[in-house]
């Protein structure tokens, strides 16, 4: 009963960090609204592109799946890596971000970093989801606890 107690618990723990990892998308779209202030066209597309490079990043991450411009889809596939490619979106959002900054678009500085801090916030939920997935429980955990149950129905 101890290993089966261990299991669920086990279990439980899991969907709620993964529940919880889950990339919200609203607090990176809150700063990007506060932070990025205009009404010209190119920062209304820098805003859309930061909001929309989150997002893709996260169906990467929970579907792989791609749903990119022709031109984005032809720059990841031609990026050699050893390394998944969900975070090149990501890398995009700060290439946007700095070279804002270095336009002088974003004022006061402190919320380029702010902004970035919670992208970095976001990508880490979704580095998260990504760890349970790479370390799944144990098959043999799962073993046991079928046999437990499958004796204590038995008598």
């Known amino acids: 009963m101890l290993m089966l107690g261990f299991f669920v618990a086990t279990v439980v723990d899991r969907w709620k960090n993964m529940f919880a990892n889950i990339g919200f998308i609203d607090n990176v779209a809150i700063y990007v609204s506060t932070t990025?202030?205009?009404?010209?066209?190119?920062?209304?597309?820098?805003?859309?592109?930061?909001?929309?490079?989150?997002?893709?990043?996260?169906?990467l991450v929970?579907?792989?799946i791609r749903f990119l411009m022709p031109h984005e889809l032809k720059q990841m596939e031609d990026l050699e890596s050893l390394h998944p490619k969900y975070w090149i979106p990501i890398k995009w959002v700060f290439n946007l971000l700095t070279d804002l900054k270095r336009r002088n678009k974003m004022e006061p500085e402190g919320y380029v970093n702010m902004l970035m801090g919670?992208?970095?916030?976001?990508?880490?939920?979704?580095?998260?989801?990504?760890n349970y997935d790479y370390v799944p429980i144990p098959l043999v955990m799962i073993l046991v606890v079928s046999g437990i149950l499958l004796f204590i129905t038995r008598f």
């Open 118 to 130: 919670e992208v970095i916030n976001y990508r880490n939920c979704l580095q998260n989801l990504c």
């Open 62 to 64: 929970l579907r792989d």
């Open 36 to 59: 990025i202030i205009g009404v010209e066209e190119e920062l209304k597309i820098i805003r859309r592109n930061i909001i929309r490079y989150c997002c893709l990043t996260q169906v």
